[in-house]
């Protein structure tokens, strides 16, 4: 075989894998619009539907239900941290604005995207890929940013990491409850969590 035939070879390979990438890519675009549409409860059926093919091409493109699942939780993760991103870009970043955009940032995407949060919650209940994976990066880019921040500050950065876990888990928790309720604003959430990492119990009035 010659050269050229080698990389004519290889160029169809390429083009191939294209394809199947770009395909693959496009369910998962008209998974997403389903469950948008027809809400967390929306079946492999119906999502395979949107894409105009039979659960089994599905799941052969994805391997199972879990594989498009985790496909969906990286699309989440990708727009999440992105807005994140971008709310902890500033130059330089006030250390209690961090918490603030932190805050905003994650429930703000929760509120545009309700039915596609809640059909990963639900899909984590049944032992699918969770969020963790997710979360995990939110913190530690968070981490990095509270860092930096003590070091300016001349203080100890050793607890940037674990702060920053336990910022994210919190915020987590109060997203997940507020997500099902909405018993107020999301400002007023932001303003109410913000205030009480920064200043703890006795910044609510609360004596020790």
């Given at each position: 075989m010659?050269?050229?035939?080698?990389q004519d070879r290889r160029e169809r390979r390429e083009l191939r894998h294209g394809e199947r990438a770009d395909r693959r890519g496009a369910l998962i675009d008209a998974a997403i619009d389903a469950i948008r549409?027809?809400?967390p409860s929306a079946s492999m059926d119906a999502l395979a539907a949107?894409?105009?093919v039979t659960k089994p091409i599905l799941y052969r493109h994805f391997g199972d239900r879990a594989g498009l699942v985790s496909e969906i939780a990286k699309r989440f993760a990708d727009s999440l941290l992105a807005d994140l991103q971008t709310a902890l870009s500033q130059t330089p970043p006030e250390p209690r604005q961090i918490v603030t955009s932190t805050?905003?940032?994650f429930l703000g995407f929760i509120e545009r995207e309700p039915s596609l949060y809640r059909f990963l919650e639900r899909n984590r209940d049944r032992?699918?890929?969770d969020l963790t994976g997710f979360l995990e990066e939110i913190s530690n880019r968070v981490a990095l940013v509270i860092g930096e921040q003590l070091r300016t500050a001349g203080r100890d950065s050793g607890g940037a990491e674990p702060i920053a876990h336990g910022v994210v888990a919190f915020v987590y928790a109060a997203g997940d409850w507020w997500i099902e309720r909405r018993t107020m604003p999301r400002p007023q959430l932001v303003t109410y969590l913000t205030e009480f990492l920064w200043e703890g119990f006795n910044g609510q009035g609360v004596q020790s």
């Open positions: 010659t050269a050229t035939h080698r549409t027809q809400g949107a894409g105009g805050v905003d940032a032992g699918d890929p």
